[in-house]
């Protein structure tokens, strides 16, 4: 399956998302400037097949989504399936299997190292699919 990496720029430490959570949490991921590629290329949201750079003046808006996305994930059972495409021959959908404790760990490691590279002024790295 896909994933999206996370990284602060030159350190090698890396968050990984699923690319199904990144396909659920969709138009939600579309509200926080960003640079597209390369440092200049101004745009709004992940850049689902390539870079993303999110510089520290602009990871207020990301770590309020990411909040965001916790509190909903908070609710859910132990275990949740979410749609991840459509069987047109069978006529319905696929589905993948969650938990909530990996989900919410994934998301808890994304806020914080985001929180650290906005608190020590640096930019996030988001590597698409």
Sequence with gaps: MPKHEFEIENEKIQVVIDDNLILFFGDTLNFFPCDWNEEGNHKEGLNYYGYTLINADNLTNFIEIIKGWLQIIKTFPEEFDLTTGV?????????EKFKKENVINQLESLRDMCIKAKDTHRTIKHIGI
Excluded: S
Aim: proline letters at 0%; aromatic letters at 12%; zero cysteines.
């Design 87 to 95: 069987d047109v021959e069978k006529d319905e959908y696929d589905k």
